[in-house]
């Protein structure tokens, strides 16, 4: 059942980029760093469409961790790569100090609100789903 959650929500993910690539506006402004009021950056749509793609991957990838999906890679290989991804979702979900995360300092925009109440938790969720199906392929 894990894997599944954690397809799912990567794939949702995914699917929310490729709707904001292609205009879509429901969600953007509370999604976007602000300081002063203001985004702190706007993203390209090729860094949107990175974004979108890398989180299918990461759906692809579960699926292979989780047995579901067979690619002719060594198992070394994907229990590397399933660390990795379970620590960069770690890393998002610590956060850049400034930003985004559990430890940003910047707070109080609407941001900051769904970053520390949803989006950090939600990574760090990810992390610990994503190092639950590696350690269960190990086992």
Do not use: N, Q
Not at 28 to 37: M, N, R
Not at 55 to 77: D, I, K, N, T
Request: proline share 4%; charged share 15%.
């Amino acid at each position: 059942m894990l894997p599944a959650m954690l397809i799912a929500t990567f794939a949702a993910l995914g699917a929310l980029h490729v709707y904001w690539l292609l205009g879509g506006r429901f969600g953007l402004a509370a999604a976007l760093p602000e300081v002063e009021g203001r985004p702190a950056f706007l993203p390209s749509k090729g860094a949107t469409l990175v974004v979108g793609a890398g989180l299918f991957a990461c759906a692809g990838l579960v699926a292979v961790l989780a047995g579901w999906v067979s690619l002719p890679l060594r198992a070394g290989l994907l229990d590397l790569a399933g660390c990795a991804l379970a620590l960069i979702f770690l890393a998002r979900a610590i956060g850049d100090f400034r930003l985004v995360g559990f430890f940003k300092r910047v707070r109080g925009t609407r941001f900051a609100t769904f970053d520390s109440y949803l989006y950090s938790p939600l990574c760090l969720g990810l992390a610990l789903g994503v190092s639950r199906v590696v350690w269960a392929r190990r086992s």
